[in-house]
Each structure stands twice: as C-alpha cells, then as structure tokens.
C-alpha cells in the first residue's frame, strides 16, 4: 500500500498539472523516493489516483530507465558508459566496481548496499569518467577514488 | 556589459565555483533589463523580428532558424489557448555538457529568456523539460523561479502589464529520445516518451494539441541579449554568417576537456589547441565528433574548418551541439563506433522497426568486428544499414543520427577495419 505521505504529496504535485496523466512520471518519482521503487501494488494506488489504466501507467513506468519496477539496495550507483567517459577509463571503473561489489549490471550486493545500473551521458564529460551515487555527481574517478566514495554510503 | 562580457553575453556572469548570482545580483548586473525593455516598449511582433534579424540559429542540434520557427506560431485574437513554450533541458546528447553549465550558474538567465520568449510568443504556459540527474541544476532553477515569481516576473500581469505566465518545471526520469522535441511534447503529458509525426509540426499542434514553440536552452538563452544590444550587435558577435557566440565544448584526450563560449565561426583548431590546450602527451590527434554523439567524424583535413553550421556540413558533418568528442591514436577507433552504436541500439524508442531491428543489429556486427570475429561482407552489411537506417527512412532523426558517427568512421578508419577483419583481434588490445 502506498503510505499516505506518498499518496498527500502525489495529490499536491497534481494540482500543479493541467491533466492528472501528465503527473504520473512525477507520481512514479514520489513513490520511488518513499519507498525505495515501484511495486505491482504501488503501481495499482497509482493508476487508480491518475485514472490511468494499470497497462498505461506500467507502460510508464517500464519506458523510464530512472523508475525501478524491481527492488534496489539502498544505494543505487549510475555508472556512465557513453563515449567521453569509455574513452577516459570506463572499462577500468566497471572492472573496479565489479571486483569490489560483487556484481555486474543491473545487479544488486549481497549486502543490499548498491544497485550498479548503467547510465547514458551525465553531461559532464569534462570530467570523465564519471558516476552518480543517489543524487551525488562523483567525476575524474580513478579506481581508488572509486574505494575512497563508496566508502561514504553505507 | 564591458569588454569581455560584451564577447560572451551567455556567460559573463559565470565565474566557476562561485554560487549563482540571486535575482539581486542579477539585476545589479543587468538582468531583467530585457524583460522589462520587451514588456512596456515593444511588441511581440518586433521582438520576433528582432530574433530573425540576429541570425540566431538553434543550439539544440539542428540549427533551425529561431525567428522563423517562432513565426510559425498563430498570434493575434483568432489564436487557439493555451500556448505553450518548453525550454529543452533534457541535454544527453553524448560530448554535450553546456546547458548544464548556462542552468546551474546563472538560473536567472535562462528564467528571463523564457520570459520574453513567451511574451513574443505569446504563450501561456512554459516549462522547462530537464533531465533527472541534473539535481544542481533542478535546485538553482527552482530557486531563481521562486526569487522571479516573488518579484513579479512571473505569474499574472507581470510588471503591471496585461502579460501573465504559468511557469513550471518539470524533471523526466531518463532516456535519451526525450530530448527529440515531438517526444520530448509526449513525455510531458505523461506517457512513454514516442516521437509524434510532423508535420504538424508542435507550432501548430503540440503539448495537448495546442501551438508550442520547443527551444534549446542555450538557444532560449541568447534572446535577452538580443533585446538588450540589438540584432545587428549580436550578429556581429560572430566571424560566420550564423549570428552570435556558441558554448563549444571539447572532450576526450585533451590537456583541458571544457566548454567556452566563443564567436560562432571560430575554428576547430583554434578550440582544440588554444582552448583544451591540444593533445594530451603521448596522445595523437586522430579524429573527431564535431557535435555530439550524432555527428559525423571529421579527421586532420578538417581541421581549419570554422564551427558554424554550413561550413561544418560542407566538410560532411554537422555542428550539432558544439560538443566535440576527441578520438586519439591510443583508442580504437572500431571500439568507439561500437560504444556510441550501443547507445543508439539502447536508446531507440522502439517505435518503429528499422531503427529498433536495425541498430542492435549494426551494434552486433561491430561487436564481431572489433572482437575479431569479423568478416569482410559485414562492412558491406554495416554500409547497407546506413542507407536503410538514414533520413526518411525512420520516424524520427534518431536513427540518421546514429548512422552518421558510423558512415564517417568507415570512411576515415577503415582500415582500422579491416585490419581487425584480417588480423582478427583489435590492434589495440594485448
Ligand atoms: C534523438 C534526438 C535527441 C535530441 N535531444 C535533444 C536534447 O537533449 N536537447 C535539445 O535541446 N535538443 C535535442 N534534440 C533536438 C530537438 O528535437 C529540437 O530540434 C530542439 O530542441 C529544438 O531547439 P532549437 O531550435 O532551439 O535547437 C534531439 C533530437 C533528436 C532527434
Ligand atoms: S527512429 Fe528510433 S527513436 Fe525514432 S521513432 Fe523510430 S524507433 Fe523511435
Ligand atoms: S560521456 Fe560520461 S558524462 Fe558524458
């Protein structure tokens, strides 16, 4: 069930939009924020809120790559993978973070600490390679700046 | 604006580091100047013009004439409401980081060109479309919109004037198509980001079927200055046809990787050398992405060629988003072509069968290619789908975008090619 901050604050956000459809990306956002991503059952009070059809919204909520319709740890890692940050030491980052964690793409650690998602360019190819931890921005990453950052989230 | 400043409008409040300037600031500096010069002294029709005077062109990627794309929209009484004008901030074009940097440094900037923008088109409600992981972004424009608002810039009769504008801010949540305008348009009623047909094109019928203009943020952002010093002035700011200045940006194997706005025209060397400082030691010059991901390569030939629109498509590529990506000696040039038609592979939309079949398909060959399990018939096959996959081919110019980087690579490198056909292995792994 959808707690009844989730479903307060969805309600405040759609006012701000012309039709209750053009909030669901929002709506989508507010539970993941609430509770961590976005089950069958969030995705049920959801379309119900909107008066959108269950397939609708899961058609949503599936096209967008920052809405998780599968649980994640409690961190999610966004590896950038596009051509600044390949050239500039992607594969030695993967290689790294594979190592550490324990896992591959799209996987989450045994610990439940990180989920590594792959991500398009961050817009911060100055700085390649770079990944965002939760909403933090982390740039010239080498391997051992890598070890010193995910150190920071437990 | 002196001196300096008065050669980069875009950027002369931007000092790295520094906290953006609040609307106090802004203003001691100049800003809302254009605002309040639009609103009590000239009319919506002259401010169009003014923007077709100036010669700006768009900075999202396709260099579309402003003035003319403003011209498009139905003024006057007979005009259908609401109006709507979207600020694209969804930059995820691989290479491209200049909104990013115009959004979390100088937010008022940006606020005041949506402004007057609206007024000259008359809209009724902007938004600005901006990609989720831009938070700093996201937090200085949320900001700067409250400070506007609390000064009556934005909301109803702004400046005591018969002019009223909605204003909100939307952030998406990933994928790169919906940066394409017509997706862009359908991802924020709310549904999966699909490219709409054109025409009609969003002038006419847009955000819920209602004329829409959809603007670069870097494009948007060029109009205050406009008003403020004129069209003439702001033609002359550049060494091309094109009028004004460009966020160019460069990464890759430089000394400085970074973004600096310069006159339109300046050339690729000019950039490369004096401003990212040339090639790293030990790294040669081989090619590169003028614009983004998108674009075609150009190689050493090229490399006196001005950054402005024509000339870059004379010598066969496009200007993009000004965002070069550098390919050095060290890196594989099959590698790179095989990264960059991933990412297209990834971020098709998925609507229509040519670009959805085809570009797995293209990012599978390439794969063999540079694992050395290539034969020579798949460059004939990878040649075939950039004839299958280019323009008017597909529903929307995703899928001609990413057929671009690849055509030129063959060209340019193809003996990098076939030497991992023959030796069947990539030469630049051990
Ligand atoms: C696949 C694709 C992705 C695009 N992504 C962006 C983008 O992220 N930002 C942007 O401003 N324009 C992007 N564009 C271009 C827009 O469709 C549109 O031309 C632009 O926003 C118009 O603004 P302008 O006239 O100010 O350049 C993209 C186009 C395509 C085909
Ligand atoms: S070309 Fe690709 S991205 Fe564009 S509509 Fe077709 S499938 Fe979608
Ligand atoms: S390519 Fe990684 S931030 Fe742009």
Redesign the interface.
């Known amino acids: 069930m959808l707690s009844d901050e989730a479903k307060k604050e969805i309600e405040t956000e759609l006012r701000?939009?012309?039709?209750?459809?053009?909030?669901?990306?929002?709506a989508?956002?507010i539970v993941q924020r609430r509770h961590g991503w976005v089950s069958d059952q969030h995705l049920r009070d959801v379309a119900e809120m909107?008066e959108m059809s269950l397939e609708?919204l899961d058609?949503?909520a599936t096209?967008?790559?920052?809405?998780f319709r599968r649980p994640v740890g409690r961190h999610a890692i966004?590896l950038c993978?596009?051509?600044?940050c390949?050239?500039?030491g992607y594969d030695r980052l993967y290689q790294h973070l594979q190592n550490r964690l324990g896992i591959g793409l799209g996987e989450t650690s045994k610990d439940n600490r990180f989920t590594l998602l792959p991500?398009?360019?961050?817009?911060?190819?100055?700085?390649?390679p770079v990944m965002?931890v939760d909403?933090d921005?982390h740039r010239d990453l080498d391997p051992e700046k890598v070890d010193e950052i995910l150190g920071r989230y437990q | 604006m002196t001196g300096k400043s008065m050669a980069t409008p875009l950027t002369q409040n931007i000092i790295p580091d520094r906290e953006p300037l609040d609307i106090t600031q802004y203003q001691q500096a100049g800003g809302y100047q254009a605002l309040r010069k639009a609103i009590k002294e000239l009319t919506p029709e002259e401010i169009q013009q003014a923007v077709t005077d100036s010669k700006l062109r768009g900075r999202g990627g396709a260099g579309f004439p402003t003035g003319m794309k403003w011209s498009f929209i139905p003024m006057g009484d007979d005009a259908p409401h609401p109006k709507y004008l979207v600020a694209n901030a969804d930059?995820?074009?691989?290479?491209?980081?200049k909104?990013?940097l115009l959004m979390e440094n100088d937010p008022h900037q940006l606020i005041e060109a949506m402004i007057v923008s609206s007024y000259a088109t008359q809209a009724d409600v902007a938004y600005i479309f901006l990609?989720?992981?831009?938070?700093?972004a996201a937090h200085c424009l949320k900001q700067a919109a409250q400070e506007a608002h609390g000064q009556g810039f934005l909301g109803k009769h702004i400046l005591g004037s018969g002019f009223s504008l909605e204003f909100?801010i939307?952030?998406?949540?990933?994928?790169?198509i919906c940066g394409e305008e017509t997706a862009l348009l359908t991802?924020?009623?709310?549904?999966?980001?699909i490219p709409r047909q054109k025409p009609p094109y969003p002038q006419a019928s847009g955000l819920?079927g209602k004329p829409t203009v959809v603007n670069n943020v870097e494009t948007l952002c060029n109009v205050p200055h406009i008003i403020n010093y004129g069209a003439e002035w702001y033609h002359n700011l550049s060494h091309s046809e094109d009028g004004g200045t460009k966020l160019y940006?460069?990464?890759?194997?430089v000394k400085q990787?970074?973004?600096w706005e310069l006159p339109m025209g300046t050339t690729i060397r000019e950039i490369l050398e004096e401003y990212a400082g040339g090639m790293r030691a030990g790294y040669l010059f081989r090619g590169l992405?003028p614009g983004g991901?998108s674009t075609d390569f150009l190689v050493e030939e090229h490399l006196d060629v001005p950054m402005d629109f024509d000339s870059i498509m004379e010598a066969g590529s496009r200007m993009g988003t000004g965002?070069m990506?550098i390919?050095?000696d060290k890196?594989c040039p099959v590698?790179?072509v095989l990264?960059?038609e991933r990412?297209f592979a990834q971020?098709s939309c998925g609507w229509c069968t040519p670009c959805r079949d085809g570009l797995p398909w293209v990012a599978h060959i390439l794969q063999a290619i540079e694992e050395g399990r290539g034969q020579m018939e798949d460059l004939e096959i990878l040649e075939m789908h950039t004839q299958f996959l280019g323009p008017g081919k597909t529903f929307c110019m995703h899928a001609p975008g990413a057929m671009e980087p690849l055509q030129s690579a063959l060209k340019y490198f193809r003996e990098d090619f076939e030497r991992h056909i023959r030796e069947q292995h990539c030469p630049w792994r051990n």
């Not at chain 1, 993978?81 to 600044?84: E, G, I, L």
């Open positions: 701000q939009y012309e039709q209750k459809q053009a909030g669901s990306v929002e989508l956002k909107l609708e058609g949503v096209f967008y790559n920052l809405i966004l993978d596009s051509v600044s390949w050239i500039m991500t398009c360019c961050l817009g911060d190819c100055n700085h390649a965002m909403e921005l | 930059e995820m074009e691989p290479g491209t980081f909104d990013r990609r989720d992981e831009y938070k700093l909100h939307h952030t998406s949540a990933g994928r790169y991802s924020l009623e709310g549904k999966r980001a819920w940006g460069a990464s890759g194997r990787p970074g973004c992405l991901a965002g990506i390919l050095d890196t590698g790179m990264n960059l990412f971020e």
